[in-house]
């Protein structure tokens, strides 16, 4: 690791008693910069958030703190811009305002550091740091990325927050999580955030690292900065805030000054301590009659006896969970919380989101990571998109509406040209949906040199583009030797020893010029139908290329297409992929296409690609296989489509992402 912390320049630590490092108390002075008056949202019959009010001063750290399904992820995104209240007020500096997105609450000032980070793992620490916002010299044709200006910010910034860069060109995914937290907030305050919203910056980090974060949070907080904190652990809420506002079921439970409450008090807020007295006496039950479980359960009832409170002789028959609203001062008892086998301050590693609709609703189904191991995403491919124009493809307004309401998050740009080339067009269309772009595509035939002038340019089209978009990778896909189209023969199935040398130098120079100029990475995609498709061609064009520039993105349809082996390829390739494309073929169609000698194209109609989990390879080995891939990396659900009705593709994408949801990918 080349990034490491200044001893000198770290924020005063929080001190144990929870006074923070400076003994500070919040002092409310002037306007809030952000406030909400009783705020409400609903979701169809559900209630999510009611009557909340909140509010966020200059210099002070605002403590959101829930459990599962409180209403934290609604309420952040009321705050950032992506849901409108349906009742209440939103003031910023003592305004009403009606945010039409985020892009408007960043022109506001206002700054959202999820728990995804939107930090891209195997680009470098300054491309990450500006995303799409590069500075650039020259004009016109000759304007390009100013990369020594940027390098030299970016080290600027992040010693602000007390991280020493020594290679600003490392991979983000060679830095810790505290680091990595570090530089989401130094890139969200270079860039104007007044008031700095933090989802769950310590949910999946270890006892060091989140302490590495709390002062960075301090650190925020002595620049004058508002910054709302959302944890649902109190332990670490309480040492950096000033003020805390707790939800429950999209409720108010109370507002807390600091001086008014202890971490002990908190505690017992958010546990429910009635809930958890109850929970014990039912599980030391357990432990008596016949056929009792073994002594983990009863390990398990004295924690829960430890953690729920004593009576409070003071409020006799008080229920601490359903504090009205006007009393919210309250004193709460005080009382030691710290599990047994945990320490203070430590996160509890079983807490974790549910990725729900709505905070308030009951959740349903399998329980995911908060922070996922994969981004996923989708395509113009399974919208039945291959060309840049074509009438009988999805219209690409009608692709990204759906796309957004089958609820993801990334996309590729599909062929250059179907959705608009200019940056600032594109980038308006995605941040209206609230659309991340991951990568573009870029096919060519590299087996000819003759042609590589031209795929080059094409390339740095479309990696500059992804670029401006912050997206990391441009997917190169190698010519068919059949016709997309019609399926017509179009050369040799495989290439000559020339043929080879050709098509893998081309691709080393293609990766190292599309990382030079743009910073982006290189990951080429074996495609059916082409000179490297089968597990031997893979492995042997991996053998004879560079493994610093060039990485994999794998089909698992197109290598299931071509008879490979996806799961055992994603494990021996492990460091080589990069980049996947989640795809399944029905192997009943399969055999029908190989019996009948069809081309791709031909079997594409009959739908030879089906829903993952409907096909091979099967979905639970792939889910296996993903696990020997690093956490953040892209996994692109496809399904090709060509051509198709315009209302086929989005119940299929809303049903695979409900699949891989509930299989805990994404």
Sequence with gaps: MTASQHNAADPPAPSPDGAGGTGRTAVLTGEPLL??????????????????????????????????????????????????PDEGEFLIEGKPVSLAGPREARAHGIATVFQDLATIPLMSLWRNFFLGQEPTTGRGPLRRLNSGQAKTIMRSELAKMGIDVRDPNQNVGTLSGGERQALAIAR??????????L???????????????????????????????ITHNPHHAYPVGDRFYLLKRGRLMASLPKNET?????????????????LSKELMGLTSGAGAPDAEVAEVARELAQEAPSPDPSAPGQDQDNLSRTDRGARVPRRSSARPGRRAGEPDAHRTEWPVVTDASPATGPRVPARPKFLLGSAPDSWGVWFPSDPRQTPCTRFLDELARAGYDWLELGP????????????????????????????????RRAELGAIQAQLLDVG???????????????????????????????????QWRALVEGADHLARVLREETGMRFVFHPHAESHVETDGQVGRFLADTDPELIGLCLDTGHVAYAGGDAPRLLREYADRIWYVHLKAVDPGVLAQVQAERLSFADAVKRDVMCEPGRGVPALTEVIAALGSLPDGTFVIVEQDLYPCDFDRPYPIAARTRQTLQAAGIG
Excluded: W
């Excluded at 202890?262 to 109850?278: K, P, S, W, Y």
């Excluded at 997206?471 to 189209?485: E, H, I, K, N, Q």
């Design 262 to 278: 202890t971490v002990e008090g908190l505690t017992d807020l958010m546990a429910g301590g009635a809930e958890l007295a109850e």
């Design 464 to 498: 500059r583009l992804a670029a401006a978009l912050g997206a990391g990778y441009v997917v190169f896909l190698p010519t068919m030797y059949r016709d997309l189209s019609d399926g017509r023969p179009l050369e040799p199935a495989e290439l000559d020893a020339g």
């Design 416 to 447: 250059y040209g179907y959705l608009p080339t200019d940056a600032g067009k594109l980038r308006a269309e995605l941040e209206a949906r609230g659309l991340r772009l991951a990568g573009g595509t870029v096919g060519g035939p590299l087996h």
């Design 35 to 84: 406030e909400v008056r009783d705020v409400a949202k609903y979701f169809g019959s559900v209630n999510a958030l009611q009557g909340i009010s909140l509010k966020v001063y200059a210099g002070e750290v605002t403590c959101v703190l829930g459990d599962n399904g409180a209403g934290k992820s609604t309420l952040i995104k009321i705050l950032s811009g992506v849901f409108p």
């Design 188 to 197: 969200a305050v270079y860039f104007g955030a007044r008031v700095l919203i």
């Design 199 to 229: 989802d769950e910056p310590t949910s999946a980090l270890g006892v060091r690292q989140s302490g590495i974060v709390l002062k960075y949070i301090v650190q925020a907080r002595e620049m004058g900065k508002g910054v709302i904190f």
